[in-house]
């Protein structure tokens, strides 16, 4: 039993001055899907075929995981008046997390690249 403390030093010793291996962010992982917000009538134009293409050199377009968070993030920008007023809908993206995100300095994660919208949530 007295090996058992020296052993844990020289284990954390061995381990001290090695960088840390680079692991994905944790939104990459779980993120199956991904959501942004835009204009309410984006709907119609998905409901009749058109693709709906969102630009991130038009504006910026943050992305979240769920449509849950994207609405969250919708009314506490609204009621902060960050985000003006307006007909606010949760859209799909296509595309993946390696594909389309680009994760700010500050952890948050917006589009990178055109990416289309293929379908709205229901709320």
């Known amino acids: 039993m007295r090996l058992l ?3 844990l030093v020289l284990l954390l010793a061995s381990c001290t001055g ?10 990459a992982a779980a993120c199956l899907a991904l959501y ?7 709907i119609m134009d998905i409901a009749a075929g058109a693709e709906v293409v969102l630009d991130p050199g038009v504006q ?6 769920g449509p849950a ?3 969250d993030y919708v009314n506490r920008e609204t009621a902060a008046g960050r985000l003006p007023d307006g007909d606010w809908r949760i859209y799909l993206l296509e595309g993946t997390f390696e594909d389309i995100v680009h994760e700010t300095n500050d952890g948050r ?4 690249r055109l990416a289309s919208a293929v379908d ?3 709320e």
């Open 5 to 7: 403390p020296l052993f």
């Open 18 to 27: 090695k960088s840390p291996t680079p692991q994905p962010s944790p939104g």
């Open 36 to 42: 942004t917000f835009a204009p309410g009538n984006y």
């Open 60 to 65: 910026e377009f943050p992305l979240f995981c």
């Open 69 to 71: 968070a994207a609405r």
């Open 109 to 112: 994660y917006s589009l990178k």
């Open 120 to 122: 709205w949530v229901t």
